[in-house]
């Protein structure tokens, strides 16, 4: 039997104009594909980081009034790069809520809805 594979992470978001902006600028994500509900009703918007692979998924639901709630927010996506000093001096230039654990060499970037993005040095995964 053949190994299964991550395919995508989801989040839902509130706004998906201000989450697609986050998701390019902020960290550099291509949209990959979109599909909207022939009703309306909902939107998906599939993100990657031009490697293939993984991507996140962004769902966007029209009957949504109001923010999400996410609890104690434990969940995260986490990116690494060869170059952390470059993306971390970048996320703070652009106003960015952020989270750091120099301690441990990484740090976190909160998107518009509050979800955290775990940003690590590729030499930290070897």
């Known amino acids: 039997m053949s190994a299964l594979t991550i395919a995508h992470t989801n989040f839902t978001v509130f706004d998906l104009e201000k989450s697609l902006t986050f998701y390019t600028e902020a960290l550099g994500f291509q949209i990959v594909r979109r599909h909207e509900a022939p009703d309306g009703s909902f939107v998906l918007v599939y993100l990657g980081d031009g490697t293939g692979g993984h ?19 434990e ?33 976190f970037v909160a998107d518009p809805d509050g979800y955290w993005i775990e940003v690590v040095p590729e030499k930290m995964m070897d």
């Open 55 to 73: 991507q996140l998924e962004l769902t966007w639901l029209k009957d949504r009034k109001e923010p999400y709630n996410l609890g104690d927010n």
């Open 75 to 107: 969940i995260h996506l986490a990116v690494t790069t060869d170059d952390y000093a470059g993306w971390h001096n970048r996320h703070k230039k652009m106003g960015l809520n952020l989270w750091e654990n120099e301690a441990m060499g990484i740090y």
